[in-house]
């Protein structure tokens, strides 16, 4: 996709936080995602918990590590050709949870009336609270 002269690609309005520096196959450059550090959208990704790591991260590790974290803001340093990608904690962010709810269920458990739609309205107001 880049020529070699190419060392990091910085990917960004993405939701998905992937910002360890993945190699790509067959070149000789990273690329790190982001994302965003609030949720952005209602997509499953930005339910995640968020995490992160502080210190150095060695290319050998970025697979091990995508499944541990999910989103945080990096502080990055360039000297020449060299680069440094530190991972940075979020101490506050803004909950996002996404639940998915199927009313013919909730009708067979529950009773829920289908056709009434303010005793609908009145089940989902109470699940989000």
Avoid at 50 to 61: D, E, F, M, P, V
Avoid at 110 to 129: N, S
């Amino acid at each position: 996709m880049f020529d070699d002269s190419v060392d990091l690609v910085v990917w960004g309005h993405e939701h998905d936080c992937r910002i360890i520096p993945e190699p790509v196959a067959g070149k000789q450059y990273f690329i790190t995602q982001p994302g965003s550090s609030v949720a952005t959208s209602l997509a499953d990704g930005e339910s995640l918990e968020k995490y992160a790591l502080q210190g150095r991260i060695s290319s050998t590790s970025v697979n091990d590590l995508h499944s541990t974290f999910y989103r945080h803001v990096a502080l990055l340093t360039i000297q020449n050709k060299e680069f440094d990608l530190m991972p940075i904690p979020l101490r506050t962010v803004r909950p996002f949870v996404l639940e998915d709810i199927n009313l013919a269920d909730v009708h067979e458990e529950e009773g829920l009336d289908l056709k009434d739609p303010m005793e609908i309205t009145k089940f989902l107001k109470a699940r989000v609270r």
